[in-house]
T-cell receptor, first 112, second 115 residues
Framework: ETGVTQTPRHLVMGMTNKKSLKCEQH?????MYWYKQSAKKPLELMFV???????ENNSVPSRFSPECPNSSHLFLHLHTLQPEDSALYLC???????????FGSGTRLTVV | QKEVEQNSGPLSVPEGAIASLNCTYS??????FFWYRQYSGKSPELIMS??SNGDKEDGRFTAQLNKASQYVSLLIRDSQPSDSATYLC?????WGVGGAQKLVFGQGTRLTINP
């Protein structure tokens, strides 16, 4: 148990589907993040939330839509994805500038 | 574009030897530096953080920071097969809002420890 829980662990979806990824942190942190990890590429920051407000949107396509209803929960809503969106999606949380992130176990997404 | 560069490897080290992993970064304003370990199919796990020039030791791990040369390194002493993983270098670009921070990651170095 890492303190950051992501569901589902694996997801296969068609290009016309709508699905959501869920992240929950039990650490009392005030910031949460979505990262994308593709093969042979560095982790790409997608969204940052601080105290439930979005503070960074890293030029992510609108087919990805984040939601942060409270400081413990973060969602990533997916619709009309492309095959190149297949990747590992990682949620993370943090409390302090001097302390690194705690990552969740990730959702392995495959778009068919 | 703030960048973090790592040799992607693979780096192969015999068991019991010292593994040396290096990372360079482009943003001179960077304040915090982190090493993450990622086993295949798993998520990254924080193993070391360093903020000041010099060395920081934690068990078999030593992080080294040289801000003038803009590099960070990780040494693993007495390497074990269980250390075989991808090691990610991450750098905080000095950006923070309400405790949130933006970490920029290198692509990772794949390390294999041979028994």
């Amino acid at each position: 148990e890492t303190g950051v829980t992501q569901t589902p662990r694996h997801l296969v979806m068609g290009m016309t589907n709508k699905k959501s990824l869920k992240c929950e942190q039990h650490l009392g942190h005030n910031a949460m993040y979505w990262y994308k990890q593709s093969a042979k590429k560095p982790l790409e920051l997608m969204f940052v939330y601080s105290l439930e407000e979005r503070v960074e949107n890293n030029s992510v396509p609108s087919r990805f839509s984040p939601e942060c209803p409270n400081s413990s929960h973060l969602f990533l809503h997916l619709h009309t994805l492309q095959p190149e969106d297949s990747a590992l999606y990682l949620c993370a949380s943090s409390q302090d500038l001097l302390v690194g992130y705690t990552f969740g176990s990730g959702t392995r997404l495959t778009v068919v | 574009q703030k960048e973090v560069e790592q040799n992607s490897g693979p780096l192969s080290v015999p068991e019991g030897a010292i593994a040396s992993l290096n990372c360079t970064y482009s943003d001179r304003g960077s304040q915090s530096f982190f090493w993450y370990r990622q086993y295949s199919g798993k998520s990254p796990e924080l193993i070391m953080s360093i903020y000041s020039n010099g060395d920081k030791e934690d068990g078999r791990f030593t992080a080294q920071l040289n801000k003038a040369s803009q590099y960070v390194s990780l040494l693993i002493r007495d390497s074990q097969p269980s250390d075989s993983a991808t090691y990610l270098c991450a750098v905080n670009g000095g950006w923070g809002v309400g405790g949130a921070q933006k970490l920029v990651f290198g692509q990772g170095t794949r390390l294999t420890i041979n028994p």
